[in-house]
């Protein structure tokens, strides 16, 4: 019996190495537009309001709300297919942008307050959500 391959490693970039080395340290960080302050998620050349280049990174709170989600019944690298079904969800963050991350809790609802949680799995940092406390 042969075991499923490790995840798949992001691609390597300067314009995301920011946001994967603050996943690895357990932080979510944002681009802001080094011109008009615009916050987006996920990495990007350019800013989605003024359309120009330069960014400052923050680290965001990691908390927000279900916007949406989506079960996942087909592995899209069999690195994953161990762990089917499993639930992504949309989150929209206080700050703003939304994020999309894995599902680590129980009954959802929309509108549901959650918080980021980073999970490490062969060496590959990964963003979920899970619920809120209090």
Do not use: N
Not at 53 to 77: D, M, P, Q
Request: charged share 20%; net charge positive; with cysteine.
């Amino acid at each position: 019996m042969s075991s499923a391959p490790p995840r798949p490693a992001p691609p390597e970039s300067a314009l995301s190495a920011p946001y994967w080395e603050g996943l690895a340290q357990g932080e979510l960080r944002l681009q802001a537009c080094a011109h008009c302050g615009t916050l987006r998620h996920y990495p990007r050349l350019l800013c989605t309001a003024c359309f120009r280049e330069g960014v400052i990174w923050r680290v965001a709170s990691g908390r927000g709300r279900i916007h949406s989600w989506t079960v996942a019944h087909y592995a899209y690298h069999p690195a994953f297919g161990a762990e089917l079904p499993y639930t992504l969800v949309t989150v929209d963050l206080d700050e703003g942008p939304r994020a999309l991350g894995r599902w680590h809790g129980g009954e959802l609802a929309l509108g549901l307050r959650v918080r980021a949680r980073v999970e490490v799995k062969d060496g590959v940092p990964t963003l979920g959500f899970e619920p809120q406390p209090g």
